[in-house]
């Protein structure tokens, strides 16, 4: 008897020991809840009828041509790490011209490998460029791609731009003349 008694007993502690446990982190989750500030919420708003009134401004979508002054930005000022954020996640596709490199590679492995056009800027981005005209027209695996040229060498950097508004392929060569043997 005197067993029953203390595995009740010790049943009964165990219990209650879980159900403490179990509000302690109730409280807890609603205690961060409370401390971590909503995004939508501005601290200004104190109310459900204000939030509705001032809802908060949604960031601007960025499209191709943002994306491509970016790209060109970038490119004429070696500042390739910018390039990063606007590459599809979590791999790019990349390549060197006339060479077996590369399979595809998270975006910053990407940015570093983009010293292999370092030199030639600064890069026009003119589609309607005679150059790249003819380079489109030539070779269907960069005819829909954003293409700069070297204007100091022959340097050639081509990006592929997908319907997310993201870099997913990049092309680069020593020289934009490869393409047109």
Do not use: H, W
């Not at 909503?38 to 200004?44: A, I, K, N």
């Not at 979508?61 to 970016?70: A, S």
């Not at 006339?98 to 370092?118: G, L, R, W």
């Amino acid at each position: 008897m005197l067993n029953k008694l203390l595995i009740s007993i010790g049943a009964i502690v165990v219990v209650l020991l879980i159900a403490g446990l179990g509000y302690s982190i109730f409280q807890n989750q609603r205690l961060a809840n409370q401390l971590t500030p909503s995004p939508q919420t501005s601290p200004l708003a104190q109310s459900p009828q204000t939030q509705t009134q001032n809802p908060s401004p949604v960031a601007k979508k960025l499209t191709t041509k943002d994306v491509q002054e970016q790209i060109t930005a970038s490119v004429n000022s070696k500042n390739y790490q910018a390039l990063a954020s606007y590459m599809t996640q979590p791999k790019v596709n990349f390549s060197l011209m006339s060479t077996e490199c590369c399979e595809p590679m998270t975006p910053d492995e990407a940015v570093s490998q983009m010293n292999y056009i370092s030199g030639g800027e600064p890069f026009i981005f003119n589609q309607q460029d005679s150059t790249i005209q003819n380079l489109k027209s030539k070779n269907p695996q960069i005819d829909k791609s954003f293409i700069g040229i070297s204007t100091q060498n022959e340097q050639l950097a081509a990006f592929t731009i997908d319907a997310s508004d993201k870099i997913s392929a990049i092309q680069l060569s020593i020289s934009y003349k490869l393409y047109n043997q």
